[in-house]
């Protein structure tokens, strides 16, 4: 069965500094990999998704990931982080051939000015 | 397209009462499913339909939970009898296509259910 792992619970940066959160799933084929966003008090939003090819994926609000099988990851980056960029981060994994979504725990991230 | 809508959006109740949670997906999407969201144990998927018919039920925690999809346009989640613990945001989401490129879900902005 496929699961995904955000070792980060909580982040703090900087306006203007890099950001990087970690994702790291388990499943035995190609996974469909998803980032998503939830501002407080708010559903769900997709940033950005994996399904094959080019393994940078680019998505919205700036955001990219980069899917890397050998360490089973798909870490997602920003160069300079804004202020409105506070909210919480879930990484999920599909399995291919089905719709079931499974969510990591989440990062919260804030943002300082 | 409106969205996913769930309705409705805060739920306070007292325990032992039945509670429905209520969605509508995303007219043309053919899968739906039901999270729910803890500080505890995060986003937990507890059941998918796909064209009505429920796929897995795995999530689902207990049989005081159950879930219906009578038509393509409307779903309920009904927790009876409610306990404290079922506590959690309720979220909804739809997707167009089982298992192809482009699935993406959509998720509706949740129930805050609250059991007193």
């Known amino acids: 069965a496929q699961s995904v792992t955000q070792p980060d619970i909580h982040i703090t940066v900087s306006e203007g500094a890099s950001l990087e959160l970690r994702c790291n799933y388990s499943?035995?084929?190609?996974?469909?990999l998803f980032w998503y966003v939830q501002s407080p008090g708010q559903g769900l939003q997709l940033l950005l998704k994996?399904?094959?090819?080019?393994?940078l994926v680019q998505g919205i609000k700036g955001f990219e990931a980069e899917f890397k099988r050998s360490q089973s990851s798909f870490n997602l980056r920003k160069p300079s982080v804004h202020w409105s960029d506070a909210a919480e981060y879930f990484c999920?994994?599909?399995?291919?051939?089905?719709?079931?979504?499974?969510f990591g725990t989440g990062t919260r991230l804030q943002v300082f000015p | 397209d409106a969205g996913v809508i769930q309705s409705p959006r805060h739920e306070v109740t007292e325990m032992g009462q039945e509670v429905t949670l209520r969605c509508k997906p995303i007219?043309?999407?053919?899968?739906l499913f039901w999270y729910r969201q803890t500080m505890m144990r995060g986003l937990e998927l507890l059941i998918y339909?796909?064209?009505?018919?429920?796929?897995?039920d795995s999530g689902m925690p207990e049989d005081r939970f159950s879930a219906k999809m009578p038509n393509a346009s409307f779903s309920t989640l009904k927790i009876q009898p409610s306990e404290p613990r079922d506590s959690a945001v309720y979220f909804c989401?739809?997707?167009?296509?089982?298992?192809?490129?482009?699935?993406?879900?959509?998720f509706g902005q949740g129930t805050r259910l609250t059991v007193v």
């Open positions: 007219s043309g999407h053919n899968s």
């Open positions: 339909f796909n064209n009505n018919v429920p796929i897995d």
């Open positions: 499943y035995g084929a190609t996974p469909y």
């Open positions: 999920a994994v599909g399995a291919r051939g089905t719709d079931k979504l499974i």
């Open positions: 989401a739809s997707s167009k296509d089982r298992g192809r490129e482009n699935t993406e879900a959509f």
């Open positions: 994996y399904f094959s090819g080019d393994t």
